[in-house]
Nanobody, 127 residues
Framework: VQLQASGGGSVQAGGSLRLSCVVS????????VGWFRQVSGNKRAGVLC????????YYTNFVKGRFTISRDNDKNTVYLQMNNLKPEDTAMYYC?????????????????????WGQGTLVTVSS
């Protein structure tokens, strides 16, 4: 399984970006897929996860009401729509697939659950 993330860029605060993650492999509709982000110098942290049935789970209140995750299994793609971006959202964003779970964990996103990772796409938000 390979993942390809794209859609990052530079925007001003209040702007929007949509990240895409193309997941290769015939099993993609059955994978839970998560988005993580890593601020320079910090650990990578889970942001959102989408289950195979489309159910979504947030792992940080900071993005609730601003970020949404969705998937189009026909296109093997998971999206992260980011609205009202803040400078604090500046980070490298990664998508990852959990090939052993169809449902996202309800409490925390465990990175070691995710066996396949994309290369990351950089989001920079200026004030």
């Amino acid at each position: 399984v390979q993942l390809q993330a794209s859609g990052g860029g530079s925007v001003q605060a209040g702007g929007s970006l949509r990240l895409s993650c193309v997941v290769s492999g015939i099993g993609m509709p059955y994978y839970a897929v998560g988005w993580f982000r890593q601020v320079s110098g910090n650990k990578r942290a889970g942001v959102l996860c989408i289950s195979s049935d489309g159910g979504t789970t947030y792992y940080t209140n900071f993005v609730k009401g601003r970020f949404t995750i969705s998937r189009d299994n026909d296109k093997n793609t998971v999206y992260l729509q980011m609205n009202n971006l803040k400078p604090e959202d500046t980070a490298m964003y990664y998508c990852a697939a959990d090939r052993l779970r169809t449902q996202c964990r309800s409490d925390t996103l465990i990175q070691t659950d995710f066996h396949s990772w994309g290369q990351g796409t950089l989001v920079t938000v200026s004030s």
